[in-house]
């Protein structure tokens, strides 16, 4: 298993080639994004093209399905109809990748989902769940949290589906967004997240902020506290893989390098 991941959206190396180029002249193993363009334009022949250069590099890499404008939990049948449908192409094109895991958004806002908690929690448990059907051999499915103010509707969405048996369908803890969106930086309520998430928890996002907005800072220029999380999961006794989520190469170089400077949190593969 890959050290960690970097996230690597797909129309990046559709633009210049020179973002692919990064990871494997670096030895950096990618979690692929894909939104519209990745699977409106991008033909299968450009993505197998790109598989293969991995491949040859000796990289693993990931999937990101995407999730822009998407509603797995809506309440508009044509909504949802029309976010399945994107979700089962992108898991199409996602298994020319053959990746380790994929990534997906929980997708649940407070303002627009609380007055239909339940329904929602149904709609998008049906909506994993179809796609578990559609790929049944998938990798490893992580559900992240994003503005979710909360742990409770990401972990009731997790034990619905394990309820149903799909339990190749886990978490992804993005610790930037729990800092922000959720509130963390004023909150201080990480220990609560672990707790909730723990029979779940198997995959990372780790970018760094102040807590002002979801800057995907390299790690260490924020304020989030990496040495309660990493104490944290050892003292649960859990090991979820990584991907770093810097958004400029000033903040990959600051990441690497506090990769680098931990190797206690980010052991050699």
């Given at each position: 298993?890959?050290?960690?991941?970097?996230?690597?959206?797909?129309?990046?190396?559709?633009?210049?080639?020179?973002?692919?180029?990064?990871?494997?002249?670096?030895?950096?193993?990618?979690?692929?994004?894909?939104?519209?363009?990745?699977?409106?334009?991008?033909?299968?022949?450009?993505?197998?093209?790109?598989?293969?250069?991995?491949?040859?590099?000796?990289?693993?890499?990931?999937?990101?399905?995407?999730?822009?404008?998407?509603?797995?939990?809506?309440?508009?049948?044509?909504?949802?109809?029309?976010?399945?449908?994107?979700?089962?192409?992108?898991?199409?094109?996602?298994?020319?990748?053959?990746?380790?895991?994929?990534?997906?958004?929980?997708?649940?806002?407070?303002?627009?989902?609380?007055?239909f908690a339940k329904s929602w929690q149904d709609n998008s448990a049906d909506t994993w769940e179809a796609l578990h059907s559609h790929?049944?051999?998938?990798?490893?499915?992580?559900?992240?949290?994003?503005?979710?103010?909360?742990?409770?509707?990401?972990?009731?969405?997790?034990?619905?589906?394990?309820?149903?048996?799909?339990?190749?369908?886990?978490?992804?803890?993005?610790?930037?967004?729990?800092?922000?969106?959720?509130?963390?930086?004023?909150?201080?309520?990480?220990?609560?997240?672990?707790?909730?998430?723990?029979?779940?928890?198997?995959?990372?996002?780790?970018?760094?902020?102040?807590?002002?907005?979801?800057?995907?800072?390299?790690?260490?220029?924020?304020?989030?506290?990496?040495?309660?999380?990493?104490?944290?999961?050892?003292?649960?006794?859990?090991?979820?893989t990584l991907t770093l989520e810097p958004h400029t190469p000033e903040d990959l170089e600051h990441s690497l390098a506090f990769v680098?400077?931990?190797?206690?949190?980010?052991?050699?593969?």
């Amino acid at each position: 298993m890959p050290r960690f991941f970097v996230n690597l959206p797909l129309r990046y190396i559709a633009r210049d080639p020179a973002y692919l180029e990064i990871c494997t002249s670096r030895g950096l193993h990618p979690e692929l994004g894909m939104d519209a363009t990745a699977l409106d334009i991008l033909e299968n022949a450009w993505h197998a093209e790109i598989a293969a250069r991995l491949r040859d590099a000796g990289l693993s890499c990931a999937v990101h399905l995407p999730f822009m404008d998407l509603q797995p939990g809506a309440m508009d049948p044509r909504i949802l109809e029309a976010t399945r449908d994107r979700l089962r192409q992108a898991l199409d094109v996602a298994q020319i990748y053959e990746p380790r895991h994929l990534i997906g958004h929980a997708w649940y806002f407070h303002d627009l989902h609380r007055m239909f908690a339940k329904s929602w929690q149904d709609n998008s448990a049906d909506t994993w769940e179809a796609l578990h059907s559609h790929w049944p051999e998938h990798p490893p499915l992580y559900l992240e949290n994003t503005f979710e103010p909360s742990f409770e509707p990401l972990a009731g969405l997790l034990e619905t589906l394990t309820g149903r048996g799909l339990a190749s369908i886990q978490a992804c803890l993005d610790l930037g967004h729990w800092h922000a969106f959720a509130l963390g930086f004023r909150r201080h309520n990480l220990d609560a997240w672990l707790d909730a998430l723990a029979p779940w928890l198997g995959h990372l996002h780790l970018h760094d902020n102040n807590g002002a907005d979801d800057h995907h800072l390299g790690l260490g220029r924020g304020s989030i506290p990496w040495e309660q999380l990493f104490s944290g999961l050892t003292a649960r006794g859990l090991a979820p893989t990584l991907t770093l989520e810097p958004h400029t190469p000033e903040d990959l170089e600051h990441s690497l390098a506090f990769v680098d400077n931990h190797p206690e949190w980010f052991p050699p593969a």
